[in-house]
């Protein structure tokens, strides 16, 4: 199970426009929305807010406490400023033990494999994440996937070969390629592709509730 981060907030009545002055105090609006909570209007001080984001990113669940109560939240959406990158409002999904998280997490390789230690040929990694769906005690923030098997051309390891939690739901095609070893040339030109094709992601963790306020 991924680590838990708690958050101190204070219930908000400001509202719109006038969320700017929070702002000057150096406080963040926020809101927590879910299909079983009303939504929820909160301030927070900006560094531990920007701190537990931070740690926490888009799969890790967050403690907000607030006005004597406790409500576990996983962040769906930060707001910045345009020109200064700062934070400027967060939605936060509502969620408790039996609600199913989707998430995208990263792939991370671990090992070594004997064909590109001997440079018989170079390794591709064309999968960078997985979106997956579980529950917060089964939820993980990444997913390592072992190199050390792959020891000649053509050697891969697919979506469907990934072993996790049979709990966790993964959305990818199950024949979406993970990793292979490919010869050097190849390797070359299949990395010119991918470097042509990409375009920019927003830094947005997932499309939540659109902002209540909008600043002036």
């Known amino acids: 199970m991924a680590d838990i981060y708690s958050l101190e907030a204070q219930s908000r009545t400001v509202t719109g426009k006038k969320v700017h002055q929070l702002r000057v105090q150096g406080l963040v609006p926020v809101i927590i929305y879910g299909a079983r909570v009303e939504p929820i209007t909160l301030q927070v001080p900006y560094r531990p807010l920007e701190v537990t984001l931070r740690h926490a990113g888009g799969t890790h669940l967050i403690n907000v406490n607030f006005d004597g109560k406790t409500q576990s939240v996983i962040t769906r959406e930060v707001q910045r400023d345009i020109l200064r990158g700062t934070i400027t409002h967060v939605d936060f999904l509502a969620v408790d033990a039996s609600t199913r998280i989707t998430a995208e997490v990263q792939i991370h390789l671990i090992g070594e494999s004997a064909a590109v230690n001997t440079r018989v040929g170079q390794l591709l990694q064309q999968t960078q994440t997985l979106s997956i769906e579980a529950v917060p005690a089964d939820l993980i923030?990444?997913?390592?996937?072992?190199?050390?098997?792959?020891?000649?051309?053509?050697?891969?390891?697919?979506?469907?070969?990934?072993?996790?939690?049979?709990?966790i739901i993964v959305n990818n095609d199950p024949d979406d390629l993970v990793v292979r070893i490919n010869p050097l040339r190849e390797v070359t030109e299949a990395s010119i592709a991918a470097e042509e094709g990409t375009t920019a992601e927003p830094e947005v963790i997932s499309k939540g509730k659109a902002d209540e306020e909008e600043e002036a």
């Open 141 to 167: 923030d990444s997913v390592e996937v072992d190199i050390s098997g792959l020891n000649a051309i053509g050697d891969a390891i697919h979506v469907r070969d990934l072993k996790l939690n049979p709990n």
